[in-house]
């Protein structure tokens, strides 16, 4: 199954974190800069879903992020809502 | 010796009012009289050539006006800028500015006193702590800072040893000790989720509320990976 939630993702940084600090020989300095800008990217678009659950009004769902989330409410006054892709 | 022709009353308001502004031959001249005896008289009367701009900066001649001119603008100019506006060179408006005690900032003389409590600590107290412990003895309205004192123990060449720097160190770093305070308080060290949400929602306080109230998973991951950045960049710099 795929780790791509959030909180895989925190598991995984605290991994590498630990691997820099034990120093492993699988974890150098390059690659764990490279990891660490690919999280960031992810957080910046975990960032971007939340403002946009925020900004449609839909409240707080169980689920997690990095999830499909549900059918968004027709904004008011706007010329189109989004469509699904369906 | 030969006769000397005295110099009349008139002759004497002439070269007095003349000997500045007009050549010391056309004087003679005029008064024929030799150039050597108008440059006696002119010396013997305390004459110059140079009334309003010397050779040195004392010999220049402050008139009211320029006085008047110097107090109303010391404040709003740069003694550059007065210097260019009389027509002046720098040093002399300087000097004239200390002299005339027209200070912009009023320097701080350390008393003996200061210097005896100084001496006396600073072997086991940081300067941070010198300071603060100065201001409360001897109050300043400009108050005391670490930069004071590690400058004034640099003149007085009170330098401290490894151990007393140790010892120092050892001290502010215990709980009670300042180094422990401040590094307790610091949101930057202990990542508060307050300072990790401003992080996520730069400058945007309404949104970082929101993160801090209803995404803590966020501000999880996201002190994950500041940490990840934090020990990348302590382990670059080895």
């Known amino acids: ?86 | 010796m030969g006769k000397g022709r005295m110099f009349t009353e008139y002759e004497k308001d002439f070269i007095s009012v003349n000997y500045a502004a007009m050549d010391t031959v056309t004087i003679a001249s005029m008064l024929r009289r030799s150039v050597a005896s108008v440059h006696t008289l002119a010396y013997r009367l305390a004459l110059s050539k140079f009334t309003v701009r010397g050779r040195g900066s004392n010999r220049i001649v402050w008139s009211g006006q320029m006085l008047e001119f110097l107090k109303k603008n010391y404040r709003l100019m740069s003694n550059k800028k007065l210097a260019a506006a009389l027509g002046l060179k720098l040093t002399v408006v300087r000097m004239k500015l200390y002299q005339l005690g027209l200070q912009r900032m009023q320097l701080h003389t350390w008393t003996a006193e200061e210097i005896k409590y100084l001496k006396r600590n600073y072997r086991k107290m940081g300067d941070v702590e010198i300071a603060d412990n100065m201001q409360v003895l001897f109050p300043k309205e400009k108050k005391w800072t670490k930069q004071h004192i590690s400058k004034k123990r640099g003149y007085l060449g009170l330098n401290r040893t490894a151990g007393e720097y140790a010892a120092i160190r050892t001290k502010n770093s215990s709980p009670g000790g300042s180094a422990y305070t401040i590094h307790r308080n610091s949101s930057s060290i202990t990542m508060h989720d307050s300072w990790v949400a401003q992080k996520l929602a730069w400058r945007n306080r309404q949104m970082a509320d929101h993160y801090k109230k209803n995404h803590p998973e966020l501000i999880e991951l996201k002190r994950a990976e500041l940490t990840l950045r934090r020990t990348i960049k302590t382990l670059s710099n080895g």
């Open chain 1, 1 to 86: 199954m795929a780790k791509n939630k959030i909180n895989d993702l925190r598991d995984h940084l605290f991994e590498v974190i630990e691997k820099l600090q034990e120093g492993d020989e699988n974890m150098s300095i390059e690659k764990a800069q490279t990891i660490s800008m690919v999280a960031n990217t992810i957080i910046n678009s975990a960032k971007v879903e939340v403002e946009y659950v925020k900004a449609t009004g839909q409240e707080k769902s169980d689920q997690s992020l990095f999830m499909p989330l549900n059918e968004p409410k027709r904004l008011n006054g706007a010329a189109h809502a989004v469509k699904s892709e369906a």
